[in-house]
């Protein structure tokens, strides 16, 4: 009954989830079988991706900005959060998971129309609200990650209007290409929890996006350092965790491949975060708090694509790999492309995810212990699909940000003034102040 | 009277009212302060991005002392402030004109 819905999170190797299915606890509905295990498991890492962005990514963000700012990125990942639900709920889920063509879902489902109590979604056993609830956590954090491309000196109405757009215009339509059954999924392309989905689009359109904006003042040999790297630690543990939500909850059950996604996600990010630090020692001599948390949230971007396809040593490999590639791209984008993609979304994210996307392939291999690739296709041939994906994402997601921005900007402003950038947007833009010493 | 004003490293503050106890000054008042002198201020690291740090965190204090004691006041500091290391602060000696406490209306060197 569900035009899409998961043919998408995996292919063929996966006909594990009806196993398990029938081992645990069931409930009968309309004739279908619901997974009491599984359903349990998606509603718990439903409401860990959305702890990612409330407050995980929020308090990332605010602690790497100035004192002046901080409720300012705290309102952008809020007001995002709130406005991609309604969005999702409208039309949003419809055109990414309902069938339509190669490139665009349909319109059976705008509103949710039709999904009621009783509705499944048959290769999980799970209910089709669940799905959607799930769906939509993913949907609230990737135009959340692109905040920080541009924090500091951008107008809220910009923000809003610009993330609404642009889940509709990017992150709908790859979505329905990777994992609502579009060309990309048709290609056999491997995208387990978002490498495509979510970092390279996010990534990707936080370039283009602070190229367009330009930098803060004093970019980059004098803006002001993060004022508070302890929230940025401890937004980075909620990510850490919550993301255990989003790459093993993605296998949509609660079996052996949620279980193996989650050491491999987590193995990479405990890699990736001891890779920031050995550079930093060695580099500057001294290991930062800062660093280290880049380093986990790098290895957690560059493990989401293949999460669930590969194997414990897998994601050892890719923490290193994405942390020493993510590293050195922090310093490619801001001192060569000479771009204030002020949060790093692009060299972390981006890289990350796009690394993961292009490996995948490779480590999925059962020589590195995953899940092995699709019948009669190897490993080159596999990457060939990744990086067509990852292009042709790439490539929308800069040309549809490069049009919105010009659509937006005429209707609600793009940058604040000089003077509400000095002054500070929490002030300027919102009439309050993050930290009052005085009485 | 003589009104003393030092800029201190934070982590001395402790060891300098302790130096002042014990020359029988007590009451000081504290402000958290930035600046800079001959340290100039410091780096930081952040993402591999180097960002300078022109005001440096420091400590003020400020007392009021009768003329007999005022010397011994700028030696305990003196002492209790010093590493040696650039960046230990300053002290600057006022002359006080008047002093008045406030709950009895006490004035001059009784008030202090």
Not at chain 1, 411 to 425: D, M, P, T
Not at chain 2, 30 to 57: C, D, L
Not at chain 2, 83 to 105: H, M, N, S
């Amino acid at each position: 009954m569900h035009g899409g819905v998961p043919t998408w999170r995996l292919p063929e190797n996966r006909a594990k989830a009806s196993e398990c299915r029938r081992q645990s606890g069931t409930w009968e509905t309309g004739g279908i079988a619901m997974d009491s295990g599984n359903t349990a498991w998606i509603l718990t890492s439903t409401a860990l991706v959305l702890f990612m962005t409330l407050p995980g990514l929020a308090l990332f963000y605010a602690g790497l900005v100035q004192a002046r700012n901080v409720l300012s990125v705290l309102m952008h990942c809020m007001g995002i959060a709130c406005a991609m639900s309604l969005v999702w709920f409208a039309a949003g889920y419809s055109l990414a998971f309902t069938d339509g063509n190669g490139w665009i879902g349909g319109l059976s489902k705008l509103m949710l129309a039709g999904i009621g109590r009783d509705s499944v979604v048959e290769s999980a056993g799970i209910p089709e609200t669940l799905f959607v609830m799930f769906q939509m956590t993913f949907a609230i954090i990737t135009p959340a990650l692109i905040v920080g491309a541009f924090v500091e000196r951008i107008r809220f109405g910009a923000v809003m209007l610009f993330s609404i757009l642009w889940l509709v215009i990017v992150y709908v339509p790859v979505t329905h290409w990777v994992w609502g059954g579009g060309w990309l999924a048709e290609m056999g392309v491997m995208d387990f929890a978002g490498g495509i989905v979510v970092h390279a689009t996010a990534g990707m359109s936080a370039l283009v996006i602070a190229w367009m904006l330009g930098a803060r003042r004093g970019f980059p040999d004098s803006v002001h350092p993060p004022h508070a790297p302890w929230m940025v630690m401890v937004g980075a543990a909620m990510l850490w965790v919550g993301w255990f939500g989003f790459n093993a909850g993605s296998a949509l059950a609660a079996g052996g491949d949620a279980a193996m996604a989650m050491i491999a996600t987590h193995l990479s990010a405990a890699t990736a975060s001891l890779v920031w630090v050995v550079i930093e020692r060695i580099r500057f001599g001294r290991p930062s708090l800062i660093g280290l948390v880049t380093g986990t949230i790098a290895g957690l971007a560059t493990v989401t694509p293949a999460s669930g396809f590969i194997g414990p040593s897998g994601g050892v490999i890719l923490g290193l790999i994405g942390g020493v590639l993510c590293y050195f791209a922090v310093d490619f984008v801001k001192r060569a492309l000479r771009i204030d993609d002020s949060l790093d979304v692009m060299a972390v994210h981006g890289v990350g995810g796009i690394t993961g996307t292009l490996l995948t392939g490779f480590l999925a291999s059962a020589y590195f212990g995953g899940v092995g690739l699709a019948d009669g296709q190897t490993a080159a041939g596999q990457f060939q699909v990744q990086l067509i994906g990852v292009a042709v994402t790439v490539i929308w997601s800069a040309v549809a940000t490069w049009a919105l921005v010009k659509i937006i900007t005429p209707i609600v402003g793009f940058r604040v003034s000089n003077q509400a950038e000095l002054e500070g947007l929490d002030l300027a833009e919102h009439g309050e102040a993050g930290y009052r010493f005085q009485p | 009277m003589k009104f003393i004003i030092a800029i201190l490293q934070p982590h001395r503050l402790d060891d300098v009212r302790e130096a002042l106890g014990e020359i029988n000054v007590h009451g000081l008042t504290v402000s958290e302060v930035r600046g800079y002198g001959r340290q100039r201020g410091h780096t930081e690291i952040y993402r591999g991005a180097e960002y300078k740090i022109n005001y440096v965190p420091k400590i003020k204090i400020e007392l009021a002392v009768d003329d007999g004691v005022a010397d011994d006041a700028v030696a305990a500091i003196t002492r209790a402030a010093r590493t040696g290391k650039i960046g230990d602060g300053k002290i600057f000696v006022l002359e006080l004109g008047e002093a008045q406490r406030i709950r009895t209306g006490e004035t001059g060197p009784d008030a202090l």
